[in-house]
């Protein structure tokens, strides 16, 4: 591997250990052991890489959390202050107001505001159902990581160039599936901090014998979508879920990421019309 993708890679390992336990003591052990860089290295190039100190990492991190929960679950503010890392609710406040300009409480009570969109949705919003409930099985995920925007075509050529690797070692990629991890939720997020993460699914090989970066896809409830078309249009298909099934569903949407698996795409059709993604929004329960 070569140092610039040695780093990079280190760098994804470090991100990945700050997203699942943000909400927890942080260890600066594990932080260098994760890195191979000291803890006063690390924070040269994790703010050289990412634009932002590791602590105003953690600190977005917790504040979008605890957005999201805000958002998808009735749960009250004192609770979703502990469970985001915060010791008490009058600090979370201070945090997020001083974060997204409000405070937590009136930030909840713009949940319509934030979904609904003029453009698409009349004076009566017409339901919009889930095609299926299903749960996916803990999945071992061999993947890439892309920093920007959802929509941006950068994520083709980050995909191109995934494939082509996997390609140059000779894999069979006939028999796997491909999915996408969305880490950020764009009315949340600034699109410069959305994270990706595109994965691959093998059946018929052990990945832990591959040269791969591999992660776990924890086993988890959804409600599934189907988007048919080009990707660029994907939105239109999100801001449906968000401003009618959201608002007529009795099921509570966790704050685990959203997953799309890509069924129909570039390498099986050349019509992009006829590209379809299914949409995994995760739920409790």
Same mark, same amino acid.
């Given at each position: 591997?070569?140092?610039?993708?040695?780093? %990079?890679?280190?760098?994804q390992?470090v991100?990945s250990?700050?997203?699942?336990s943000?909400?927890?003591?942080i260890s600066?052990? @594990?932080?260098e052991?994760?890195?191979?860089f000291?803890?006063?290295?690390?924070?040269r190039?994790?703010?050289?890489?990412?634009?932002?100190?590791?602590?105003?990492?953690v600190t977005?991190?917790?504040l979008?959390?605890? !957005?999201? %929960?805000?958002?998808?679950?009735?749960? @009250?503010? %004192?609770i979703? !202050?502990e469970?985001?890392?915060?010791?008490?609710?009058?600090?979370?406040?201070?945090?997020?107001?001083?974060?997204?300009?409000?405070?937590?409480a009136?930030?909840?009570?713009k949940? @319509?505001n934030?979904?609904?969109?003029?453009? $698409?949705?009349?004076?009566?919003?017409m339901?919009?159902?889930?095609?299926k409930?299903?749960?996916?099985?803990k999945?071992?995920?061999? *993947?890439t990581?892309?920093?920007g925007?959802?929509?941006?075509?950068?994520?083709?050529?980050?995909?191109n160039?995934?494939?082509?690797?996997?390609?140059?070692?000779?894999?069979?990629t006939?028999?796997?599936?491909?999915?996408?991890?969305?880490?950020?939720e764009?009315? $949340?997020?600034? !699109?410069?901090? *959305?994270?990706?993460? !595109?994965?691959?699914?093998f059946?018929?090989i052990?990945?832990?014998?591959?040269?791969?970066? +591999?992660?776990?896809?924890k086993?988890?409830?959804y409600?599934?979508?189907?988007?048919?078309?080009?990707?660029?249009?994907?939105?239109?298909?999100?801001?449906?879920?968000f401003?009618?099934?959201?608002?007529?569903?009795?099921?509570?949407?966790s704050?685990?990421p959203?997953?799309?698996? *890509?069924?129909?795409?570039?390498?099986?059709?050349d019509d +992009?019309?006829l590209?379809?993604t299914?949409? *995994?929004?995760?739920?409790?329960?």
């Amino acid at each position: 591997m070569e140092t610039k993708e040695f780093y %990079k890679y280190r760098l994804q390992q470090v991100v990945s250990y700050l997203r699942t336990s943000y909400n927890l003591k942080i260890s600066i052990q @594990e932080l260098e052991n994760l890195s191979n860089f000291s803890y006063r290295n690390l924070q040269r190039v994790f703010k050289g890489y990412y634009g932002e100190t590791i602590g105003a990492y953690v600190t977005r991190i917790k504040l979008e959390n605890g !957005a999201k %929960k805000l958002l998808f679950t009735s749960e @009250e503010i %004192k609770i979703i !202050a502990e469970e985001i890392g915060y010791a008490d609710v009058q600090t979370f406040s201070k945090s997020f107001k001083k974060h997204f300009g409000i405070s937590p409480a009136v930030y909840r009570s713009k949940k @319509e505001n934030l979904f609904r969109n003029n453009k $698409i949705i009349e004076k009566q919003t017409m339901p919009f159902f889930e095609e299926k409930i299903t749960v996916l099985p803990k999945m071992e995920l061999v *993947y890439t990581t892309f920093k920007g925007d959802y929509y941006s075509i950068k994520i083709d050529t980050l995909w191109n160039d995934f494939l082509n690797e996997v390609e140059a070692l000779a894999i069979d990629t006939n028999n796997v599936e491909y999915f996408g991890i969305i880490w950020d939720e764009p009315i $949340i997020s600034e !699109a410069i901090h *959305y994270n990706y993460d !595109a994965c691959i699914r093998f059946h018929s090989i052990n990945i832990s014998n591959q040269k791969f970066r +591999v992660k776990t896809l924890k086993e988890q409830k959804y409600a599934v979508f189907t988007h048919v078309g080009p990707y660029q249009r994907i939105d239109k298909t999100y801001d449906k879920i968000f401003s009618r099934w959201l608002f007529t569903t009795d099921k509570e949407v966790s704050e685990a990421p959203f997953i799309e698996k *890509y069924i129909k795409h570039e390498g099986n059709t050349d019509d +992009v019309s006829l590209y379809e993604t299914e949409i *995994y929004i995760p739920l409790k329960g």
